[in-house]
């Protein structure tokens, strides 16, 4: 029998729309109630993982900018591996609006998230009911930080890709790790760190290990996740990267169709 479920949020665990379902949040709850641990992996910052954690109402450990940090349940910080200086600022030199006008850099920094640019637009439009926005701040200042992420949004993958083949030109192969959480965000954060790799931190420190969770993704940055953990799934709506490297991984329902839920109930008879 697993012992402990770690999964994704957004594309994920969570719906459409971006939220958490009531199916999802009561399957949670009785996941808990059957004494399985439950762990949330994903691409967002502290405050966005909380954000999520906070509307599932529970408290449980957040892994958190693909594996960059990991936080316990009431919000310590576990540990935290940053984007090397060397690198960042060689990804910092690109002209990036080269390969496309509209394309936006952005960038986690402990807890706060940032912007170059006035995107508050941008975001309502993505999200009408968001409450959380980066800080703009101009792009002096966001050289000055370190980050644990740094993410290109575009809506041409096509210049993502483009953009993609820049950066390892620039920082030399293997000294970053470069993915698409989707088709429109480009991510760069330190080669060392992985949801994987922060998964077993944070199991370690309540007896588990990676063979004793179940795992669930949509994104490039699930990958090492669904493959090292006892067992993985891929949702129905992942992106195609994430489904050309799986090769014998179950397929299941798409995020808006509670997808993760309803096979975290078969599993664990809920």
Known sequence: MFKAVVSDLDGTLLNAEHKVGEFTRET???LL???IKFYIATGR???GAKEAMDELG???PLITSHGSAAFDENGNEIFS???KREYLDKVLDIDYK???KDIIITGYSGPNWFVTEDLREYFYNKKPDRTRYPKQITPEEFRKHDFAKIFFLGEKHSELLALENEIKKAVGEGNVSLLFANKGSLEVFSASCNKAKAAETVLKRDGLTLDDAVSFGDGVN?????TETGLGFAMGNSIYLLLEKLTDTEIIGSNAEDGMAKKVRELFNL
Do not use: A, C, Q
């Open 28 to 30: 949670v709850k009785l």
């Open 33 to 35: 109630e059957k004494g």
């Open 45 to 47: 910052n502290y405050l």
């Open 58 to 60: 529970i408290k449980v």
């Open 81 to 83: 591996n940053k984007l």
């Open 98 to 100: 080269s390969f496309g």
């Open 222 to 226: 699930d990958y090492d996740l669904i």
